[in-house]
């Protein structure tokens, strides 16, 4: 005869396997959505270069502008904490942010093909405004879900820490080379501005699921409704005043900013001068996207237990190596030895894009252990949105490096020096590593009320 309690702990598994079931869709979707933004992106750059014929730094000045609605994330972060939409307090952020993106999409694809510049500056603003809120309740969702128990065992504790960053991580990934690989086939079938009419139609397909799910079914930790602004902030406050908080935060967002970026450059050199056809950038980040999802399915099987230090100061300093092999490509050392332009921007330039982001599944691991309970979404909107401005000072250091060496839509004389200066700046953090939390940290409980 079966025990009451055993029907309980079957209908308990059952409800807790329901809800793991619901929260992969709904994360999955979200990071895969999100990854697959490279595809009208791709399309932005060709329309940009080719439709209204902007110059490498203007390129370049509005990829990084268009970045801005990220420095608000703590904003974001601080409402999502703060309020509940019907008794939810981040599904609801997720169908919002999604509907903003499609209709920013949507609105380019039905705006005349002479669009001012200043217009699709505007709709790629907004667009980001949606992506933004978006991943600050998804960041908040897998601070909350995967931050192990305070009684777990050392143990346990590795086993569980990062492995539902590693599953959002993997489907990031898989968006991106889903992205890139129909974006490079797109690009020479169909016009941009079908392009973002397609990824809006995804967009919407996102909002209609996510607004059929609800929030209960997903079994998120519990946390006091309506707190408050006030008292939200003062929590983020707190928590960002821990030292090993915010000289993690403080490095992780210098060690971006200080290194100029040169992607519009380099993508006007690929395209106009070594004459890269479109079809072989979308390979290239292809390769770039696969190394990521091989990248977060290593990770979580073989360097979780490793030092978060001692990996993220590896990863700064390949992307040294990678900037330096740029040079070389750039001097045209490859092309002596027979490799052609082509295969060397499939192997190495997709990869060298993605490798700026490999430092954030260990240091958002990290960060979701030392996040004290009840502003996940703060402290992590937090991080994302000093990224944001890190990568938006860097795109204008890039714009000023190209201009010192005098680097032009037709003249890439400078551009060797300008890749010399960016992979010494790559290495300059690495003097400040100490910054970086070494070995695994204990969860930290909730800042006492003052």
Known sequence: MISSDSIRERGRRKR??????????????GFLVQGFRCFPWMAVNFFLKDGLK??????????????????????YGIISDSFYIFGQHRVPYIAIGAFLQAMSWIAIFLSPSNISFFTITLYLLLG?????????????????????????????QQSSSGQLQSFVWIASSVGGVL?????????????????FLMFGI???????????????????????????????????LVALQKPEIYYSITWFAASHAMIPALTGTMFYYQTQHLGIESSVLGISKVFGQAGMLLWGIIYNKNLKSMSPRKLI???????????????????????TFGVPDSLYVVLFSGLLEVLYFFKILPFSVVMAQLCPPGCEGSVMAFI???LALAIIISGYLGVALSSFVQVTGNDFSGLQHALLIQAVCTLLPLYWSSCIPDGNVKPKTKPKEG
């Open 128 to 156: 980001n405004l949606g992506a933004s809120i978006v991943e600050v309740a998804n960041d908040a969702m897998v601070a909350e879900l995967g931050k192990p128990p305070i009684s777990s065992s050392k143990n346990s």
């Open 384 to 386: 994302m949105s000093a």
């Open 313 to 335: 100061v590896a990863i700064q300093a390949t992307m040294a190596v990678f900037m330096f092999s740029d040079f070389l490509f750039v001097k045209g050392v490859y092309r």
């Open 202 to 236: 995804l967009l919407s397909i996102q909002f209609l699921v996510t607004s059929f799910i609800h929030e209960s079914s997903l079994d998120l930790p519990k946390s006091p409704s309506n707190r408050g602004i006030k008292k939200q902030l003062s929590e983020l």
């Open 54 to 75: 902007v110059d490498p730094s203007t390129l370049q000045i509005l990829q990084s502008s268009a970045n801005l609605p990220m420095v608000a994330k703590p904003f």
């Open 16 to 29: 807790d396997g329901d809800s793991d079931v619901m929260r992969k869709l709904l994360l999955g979707l």
């Open 179 to 195: 992205g890139n690989l129909a974006g490079g086939i797109a690009i020479d079938r169909f016009s941009p501005q079908v392009m």
